[in-house]
């Protein structure tokens, strides 16, 4: 198993930046893909950005693609996420997710083996 920690979620407004930070402990070698997903009040969990652990190739939802950026760390185990030009509906509770050999794909929630326990952003008008 792989266990999770995210960071760095918060209160900004239209237009302002995060950084979300995620990391993993345990058997971290056995991670192909590591993925955040996000779910907001009243709506299912949705695929955000992954990022395959060994070659650094990225993957986004249209919806964040230009503004969001994926990226890992190799040395720190970690795994970011880098929201630029939030908007409102960029407001929802962020799950860091590990994939451990899952033949799903990437942007389905039941490809990851282990979650985070979620981290708040919130975006006001």
């Known amino acids: 198993q792989v266990q999770l920690v995210e960071s760095g979620g918060g209160l900004v407004q239209t237009g302002g930046s995060l950084r979300l930070s995620c990391a993993a402990s345990?058997?971290?070698?056995?991670?192909?893909?590591m993925g955040w997903f996000r779910q907001a009040p009243g709506k299912e969990r949705e695929f955000v950005a992954a990022?395959?652990?060994?070659?650094?190739?990225?993957y986004y939802a249209d919806s964040v693609k230009g503004r969001f950026t994926i990226s890992r760390d190799h040395a720190k185990n970690t795994v970011s996420l880098q929201m630029n030009s939030l908007k409102p509906e960029d407001t929802a509770l962020y799950y860091c997710?590990?994939?451990?050999?899952?033949?799903?794909?990437?942007?389905?929630?039941?490809?990851?083996?282990?979650w985070g326990q979620g981290t708040q952003v919130t975006v006001s008008s």
């Open positions: 997710a590990a994939d451990l050999g899952s033949t799903d794909p990437y942007y389905q929630m039941r490809a990851y083996d282990s």
């Open positions: 345990g058997r971290t070698f056995s991670s192909r893909t």
């Open positions: 990022v395959i652990w060994s070659t650094g190739w990225t």
